[in-house]
Each structure stands twice: as C-alpha cells, then as structure tokens.
C-alpha cells in the first residue's frame, strides 16, 4: 500500500482554481520532491495532505488514514503525519524540550519521563542537544528549523511533509537543515518536500514532480527528470535556476 | 411616596450637563498640568525628571476617591474651604494631570530618535525642536489613548457626588432616595453615561485604526 | 497635625486593610477566570456567542463601577435578588474585571499569529489544546503588564465600595474620620496605605510575571500598554 495516495485533487479558492486534478502515489520510504513557480499549487497540496486546506473534489489516504473533516480522525491522522513549515513556528513561550515534549504529551499521553527521552533523542538528531533549554527566540533560523523537524519527529510520524523549509533561511544556513533533512531521507522516512533546492532535490529525491498551472506536468525520476525535461515548461524552470 | 417619572427623568438629564461640565473643566485644567509633568518627565534636568515620576507614581497609585477626600475634607480641616463644585474639579484635575501626563510621555518619546537629531543638526533648540518637530507628530500619536482616557474620566466624575456636588449620579441617588425604584433609575443613569461614553470609545479605536493604517504605509 | 489619634485606631485600619487585600484578590481571581471564559467562548464558539461577549465588554468598560455597583446593591433587590454591600462588591467588581481583563486578553489573542494555530493543528493537538497551550499561555504573557496595571486599578477602585457600606480602607477611613475629627490626618495615613499597597502588589505581580512566563519578560516590555481606570 502506498505511504500517500492522492487521487484527482480539486481545489478552489473563491474562483480561482490552484488544483485541477491532481493525484500522486508516494511509496514508503519514498523521498518525492515537488517543485514549481510560486503559485503553481505546490504548497496547498502539500498542505492538503495533513488537512491544513481543504479540497472540494477528489481523495487523498495517508499513512492508513483517509483525510476527513471529522476532527477526532482528522488528529489520528495528524499523529501519524508531520509537516514542517517555512516560517518554523516554534512556539515562542516554550523552550526547546517542552516546545517537544508538549504534542507527544497531551495528545498521544506519553508520560513525562519518556518524553523527555523522546526529546533528547530527537533533538541529538538534529544535533542540537546542548539547546534543550534555550527559548526558540535565542537560535539561528536554521537552528529553529532543525528543532522544527525534531518537534515533528518526537511525533513518530509514517509521514513527514516539508514546505519550503529553506526558503526563510539565509543561504548559509540551509546547509545545516538540508543536511538534517538528508539524514532523515537515508534512514527510510516517507518524505514529501516543496522546495526550491534543486540541487537537492536532485541528489536526494527518488521521485521530482514538477507542478504548473495547478496540475502535475511533469514527473518522474529526480536524475532523469532534471537531465532531459520533456516540456518546455521545465525546460525553462530548470534553467531560470528555479525561480 | 414619589414615583419615577418624567420630572425625576428630567432632573437627571439635566444634572448630566454638570457631569458633561466637569469633565471639561477637568480635562482642560488636567492637560496643561499634565503636558508640564510630561515635559519634565522627559527633562534633562534630573531633579525635575524625578519630581515629575515621583507625582505620576503616587497619583496613579491612590484611588481619585482619596484625592478628592484629600481636597475636600482635609483641606477644610485645615480651615481651606473649597466648595464642592471646586474640590470636585481640583481633585479630577490633579488625577488626569498624571494619567495624561504618563500617555503624552509615551508619546513623545514614540517619536523617532533620528527627528530629535535631524532637528538638532539643523540648530534647533529644544524649545523649537518640541514645538516644530516632535509635538506635531507626538499629538497625532496621543490622539486615541487621550480620547481612551477621557472616557474614564467622564465615569470617574461619578464618584464626585461625594462631597455632595450634584452631578449626572448623585441626581439618580437624589432621585433614588425619594423613590426607592433603582433599577429604573439607575437604568437611565447608566444609559446616559454610556451615551457619552460609547462614542468616545469608539472615535478612540477608530482613530487607532486610522493611525495604524497610516503607519504602515 | 496629630497623627495619634488616628493611628491608635490601627486595628480598625488593619481590618479595613485586610478587607481590601481580600476583595480585591477574590474579584481579580474571579474575575480573570470570567473574562478567560468569555475569551474562549468567543474565539471557540458561533458568531452570537462573540456578539454577546462584545455587547458585554462595551457596557461594562462605558459606564462607571458605581452605577454597576448601585444597579446590583440597590436595583437588584427590586428584582428579588437581595445581596449585602460585601457581597454586591464583589459581584461587581469581578464583573468589571472580567469586562477589562477580556479586552486585553484579546488583544493578546489577537497577536498570536495564525502560523502558530496551524502548527498546533499539525501536531495533532485539539482546538482546545490548541488554545490552551498555543494561543492563551503566550497571549497571556504578552499582556501580563496590562493586566497587572488593570489589577492594581482595580484595587484602588474598590475603594468605591466603601459608598455601599462595606469597611473596606476607605469606609475605615470615613469611621476614623468620624470618630476623631481628624480629617486630613486620617485620609494621609490611609491615602499612603493606599499606595503601599498599590505599589506592592505591582512589585508582586511583576514578580508573578516574571515567575510564570520567564521567557516573555523582554516580549512583554515592547508590548506595554496602558491600564484604564475602573
């Protein structure tokens, strides 16, 4: 069964429609990068898939959920699957380890003790052990986004989405959150990314997806996809340097 | 017995004219003090800076009942007597000097650092640079907390009645007392302070929403 | 000037002093635990819930704590409900409380950005969760100096409470007042009562700040606002 399976996607806002019939089959342990102009629909799908937008026609299943409206199934499907935004949003009152500990808590239960073994854990991953006490104000952009991803982690997510985490950052300070990102791709997470790290998404993507006017126009192996571009469309994406 | 109709209503409404009179007495008397402690508040002189915290600290931290009591009773102890419209417009005077005189600081100093050198590197003085430079833009800052503050001036005016001034609430006790129905009167007591009030709370958010809107052009 | 007279009243003006602390402390509790109710309900529920708080807060914050307190002391009776001047001073001023204390919590709302609730939602939390851990802890460090200065506002107000009978600081002082013809002597000794207090309990509630939300300290300095009088 597939990781993420999204079938013929519908989305509108007001009249405009951003999604015209989007579907993508994402395999576990599968790392698929989606990259595209700003306003090709690249992030309202990504954000579809952990319900953060609706959608008005069209299905989508993740990690054995199917997406709903209903809040209760809507949190189940939640726990499974993580998303890492562009603007990091740590939460500003709380400091790294209960920033954390804080989901894994008071959604799944898990006691005290464990999570903060749960924290450490996932923020040694992240190589940030030292900051468990520091508030998310005194870190880099690049150290907030890391603790971003260890907070998903501590999740235990089958799913990790990634809209433009790198987007914010200063180019010195991708580096370290990409390389975070690699780590997690190697390990065998279920990895779906909006990006604009082309270089990345050719070296550590299995699949690319190249999103226009609202609709998947290209797809298909990173390496292939980025040395022969079968549209013109990617063509000139490709070589404009991705924006 | 008396009972509540349109004499007693009309005895009330007029009495809100006195409400509506104090508070401008106060408010007039209470900007200019309070525009001076503002002005020494941001003083470079140390003393003066000190005298005026220390009036806004004391004043800001005792009840306006206890100025009153303070300017009423006590005086005439010591053998001063104000009569009450007085004591009542000297006591919401020396409250409002303080409160206006801790917003316009805040003002002021809201201005931009970069003005005060800019006018000073075209030779201004102090005195040219306040009333050139940053009073203007200070002013236009002021204008909704000052219109904010005024609203609780008109209700603080309540408590006047105190020293036996008749205004808009010693108007509903007046009439309260000879016809024990309170609710009623009170009722229109309320809904006339809300009257005058509404407004001014909502010209205060509208003037905030306009200067936001302007700011972030 | 001889302050004896009055200060050898001092059991009358502790008692009076207590009884400040305590109407003032249990109206502040009640009062924040109101307007945190009526917050919750308006970001939570329908649109008629929001109209109704709204409608609420303006009518509490444009008419005055004496009119408030007289409509409960001296109107509510008319209606059956009979409450003594301790009781009705309590009601009151926890309802003018909640009035302030739910505008300024909003405007802490307000400021919490909407990334912040959709980061909340992503990590499976409810919206309840959402708007405990997410929005209310950090907009009630934001705005922890307004409502300090409301609190320590309200304290003085309750001296108010002294035209309904209640021997509270104030309401001492008038019987002291009485007792001794000392008029300006006993409203100076209680008057600096008064700001002992107003200016222990800012310490206090600066000190509580600091102790609830260690982080926010600095945040909350820029976001400063004034406190308006009762």
Not at chain 1, 99 to 106: A, D, E, G, K
Not at chain 1, 217 to 229: R, T
Not at chain 2, 125 to 134: D, S
Not at chain 2, 192 to 199: E, Q, S
Request: proline share 4%.
């Amino acid at each position: 069964m597939p990781a993420v399976l999204i079938e013929d996607i519908h989305k509108r806002f007001g009249s405009l429609e951003v999604l015209k019939g989007v579907s993508l089959s994402v395999e576990p342990g599968q790392v698929v990068a989606i990259i595209g102009r700003s306003g090709s629909g690249k992030s309202t799908l990504l954000r579809c898939i952990n319900g953060l937008e609706t959608f008005h026609a069209g299905k989508i299943e993740v990690a054995g959920h199917t997406m709903t409206q209903d809040p209760t199934k809507l949190r189940e499907l939640r726990k499974d699957v993580g998303i890492v935004f562009q603007s990091y949003n740590l939460f500003p009152h709380l400091t790294v380890g209960q920033n954390i500990m804080l989901s894994p808590r008071i959604t799944k239960n898990v006691p005290q003790a464990e999570a903060l073994a749960l924290a450490k854990d996932v923020l040694a991953q992240v190589g940030l052990s030292e900051k468990f006490d520091s508030y998310p104000d005194n870190l880099s952009g690049g150290q907030q986004q890391r603790v971003a991803i260890a907070r998903s982690l501590a999740m235990k997510p089958k799913v990790m989405l990634f809209d433009e985490v790198t987007s914010a950052l200063d180019p010195e300070l991708t580096g370290e959150v990409l390389l975070v990102m690699e780590k997690l791709a190697k390990g065998g997470m279920t990895m779906l990314l909006v990006t604009h790290e082309m270089n990345f998404a050719r070296t550590v993507a299995d699949t690319t997806v190249f999103m226009h006017q609202g609709k998947i126009w290209e797809s298909g192996p990173s390496k292939v996809l980025f040395a022969n571009p079968q549209t013109p469309e990617l063509s000139n994406f490709v070589k404009a340097g991705a924006h | 017995m008396q009972t509540f109709g349109w004499p007693e209503a009309l005895f009330i409404f007029r009495s809100a004219g006195w409400t509506l009179a104090l508070t401008a007495i106060a408010f007039f008397i209470g900007s200019i003090l309070g525009g001076a402690f503002a002005i020494m508040r941001l003083s470079r002189v140390r003393w003066l800076r000190r005298f005026a915290s220390g009036y806004i600290l004391v004043i800001q931290s005792i009840p306006v009942l206890m100025v009153l009591f303070m300017s009423y009773y006590g005086l005439s102890a010591l053998g001063i007597e104000l009569p009450p419209f007085l004591a009542a417009s000297a006591s919401l005077s020396i409250y409002v000097s303080a409160y206006l005189a801790e917003i316009w600081r805040g003002s002021i100093e809201s201005v931009p650092r970069q003005q005060w050198e800019a006018s000073a590197s075209l030779a201004h003085t102090t005195a040219q640079t306040y009333r050139y430079v940053i009073l203007p833009q200070a002013v236009r800052i002021s204008l909704p907390p000052t219109v904010g503050f005024l609203v609780q001036l008109v209700k603080n005016t309540s408590i006047v009645q105190v020293v036996g001034f008749v205004d808009l609430m010693r108007a509903g006790m007046l009439v309260n007392n000879a016809t024990y129905q309170a609710f009623q009167i009170f009722t229109l007591v309320g809904a006339i302070y809300f009257a005058i009030c509404f407004p001014l709370s909502r010209l205060s958010r509208h003037l905030e929403k306009v200067m936001n809107a302007s700011r972030s052009h | 000037m001889l302050f004896q007279d009055v200060l050898s009243k001092w059991p009358m003006i502790l008692h009076g002093v207590w009884l400040t602390i305590a109407l003032s402390f249990v109206a502040i509790t009640l009062g924040l635990v109101l307007a945190t109710a009526m917050t919750a309900l308006r970001s939570l529920a329908g649109s008629w819930a929001g109209y109704v708080v709204d409608a609420y807060v303006e009518l509490m914050r444009n008419t005055p704590f004496l009119v408030q307190l007289f409509m409960i002391f001296f109107g509510l009776p008319q209606l059956g409900i009979r409450l003594n001047g301790l009781e009705a001073s309590i009601l009151a001023m926890t309802l003018n409380l909640a009035a302030y204390a739910t505008e300024i919590i909003r405007a802490g709302v307000d400021s919490i950005h909407r990334s912040q609730i959709e980061a909340g939602l992503a990590l499976a939390m409810s919206k309840w969760q959402v708007l405990k851990h997410v929005v209310l802890q950090p907009a009630f460090a934001r705005v922890w100096p307004a409502l300090s200065s409301q609190f320590v506002l309200m304290m003085l107000a309750s001296s108010i409470c002294s035209f309904v009978s209640v021997q509270e600081l104030s309401g001492t002082a008038a019987i002291i007042e009485q007792d001794t013809f000392r008029s300006f002597e006993t409203y100076i000794v209680v008057t600096v009562i008064y700001l002992v207090l107003a200016l222990s309990l800012k310490l206090f509630l600066n000190w509580l700040g600091h102790k609830l939300f260690p982080q926010v300290s600095g945040l909350a300095r820029l976001t400063e606002a004034h406190g308006e009088a009762a």
